[in-house]
């Protein structure tokens, strides 16, 4: 199956950016997503790309994608404490998702 | 417009018993799946669902998981007998179209 990874943590200052990047290994992957959870929560779908973008801007939120190297990055500026969460790269592929581990954004005051 | 629920929200059972965990899908989606995420490791998916026909059920683990959806609505995921590493966190999405899936609060399982 396809392999996602994600680094596990991210401590970010309140106000800062914060980047979260993730590589896959199936280039056939048409749809990336990126899924937020936060305590207790499920997961919500924060944002996606299509394959043929190499970029997409929602607000707060900037997703980069280097299908070349098949690295995902997800940027979110002027980090504030409600992004205190995990956050899930994950690849669509054949209708079944195949996710990383999630890397747990911590924001410090 | 209710999102995709699912109960129990937490289930803990002992070792050899039988749990049940249901989905109930967003109204009108098609697709259903259900993932697995074990101690803090990456979701896995276990099966699909498109209206009641397994459409890939290559992700659940063994025999002892047993998936239905019964008229195409909620749907259940039976575990018989509960083994230790059954332990984790059971999430459901749905979708229409497949694309862009929507998921539930899971359900954490703990067998002890």
């Known amino acids: 199956g396809e392999d996602v990874e994600q680094s596990l943590f991210l401590s970010v200052r309140e106000g800062d950016s914060s980047v979260i990047n993730c590589t896959y290994t199936d280039s056939s992957s048409t749809y990336l997503y990126w899924y937020k959870q936060e305590p207790g929560a499920g997961l919500q779908l924060l944002t996606y790309?299509?394959?043929?973008?190499d970029m997409k801007q929602d607000q707060r939120l900037t997703v980069l994608l280097n299908k070349k190297d098949k690295h995902l990055s997800l940027r979110i500026a002027d980090t504030q404490t409600g992004d205190s969460a995990i956050y899930f790269c994950a690849v669509w592929g054949g209708y079944k998702l195949s996710f990383g581990a999630g890397t747990t954004v911590t924001v410090r005051a | 417009e209710a999102g995709v629920t699912q109960f129990p929200s937490h289930s803990v059972i002992e070792k050899g018993q039988t749990v049940t965990l249901r989905c109930d899908p967003i109204s009108g989606h098609d697709n259903l799946y259900w993932y697995r995420r074990v101690m803090g490791k990456e979701i896995k998916f276990l099966l699909h669902f498109v209206k009641e026909s397994k459409q890939d059920e290559s992700g659940m683990p063994n025999n002892r998981f047993l998936a239905e959806r019964t008229g195409g609505t909620y749907s259940t995921l039976k575990v018989q007998p509960a083994e230790l590493e059954d332990s984790g966190v059971y999430f459901c999405a749905s979708s229409q179209p497949p694309d862009t899936q929507y998921f539930g609060p899971g359900t954490r399982l703990t067998v002890l």
């Open positions: 790309i299509f394959s043929n973008m």
